[in-house]
């Protein structure tokens, strides 16, 4: 059976509740280790505010793995009909607005702002843009991650 491409409007109606997350020191120091970052303005609080920060940064890409954290993150591809057996990692980009710190609570707000496919319905891209704001709606930074799915509808095997 062929595979069906993904219907975007189907896929930009999809609803994500906002997620509020509060920034931990600890989280941030593990995280910084994991990706093997050795600047101590990441896991030392005293060269952090020496260096003119108001507590420990956030790395970079941290704001993509406090979305991982979500009790279901990729449950909007089972209600694409994508099997996640088929999927890749397409790539991830951030926009950054302002620095965030440890001590912090920030607000995710999540949505597919596309969907296409490529390759006669056999590759399907989902983009998705999550903003991340403070509490009083104040830009930190805009994730946007690309999920590819291979031949992904369930009913295409």
Known sequence: MS??????????????????????????????????????????????????????????????????????????LSELDIDLRRVLHGEQSFTYHSMAYAGETLTLRPRIVDAYSKKGGTLDFIVKRTNIERADGAPVADATSVIIARGNRKDAR
């Open 3 to 76: 595979a069906v491409a993904v219907d975007p409007a189907k896929a930009k109606d999809i609803h994500f509740d906002p997620r509020v997350v509060t920034i931990e020191r600890g989280r941030l120091r593990f995280f910084a280790q994991a990706i093997g970052e050795t600047d101590p303005i990441y896991s030392d609080v005293d060269v952090a505010k020496q260096a003119g920060h108001a507590d420990l940064p956030v790395p970079p890409t941290f704001f993509f793995s406090m979305e991982l954290e979500s009790p279901d993150a990729f449950g909007y």
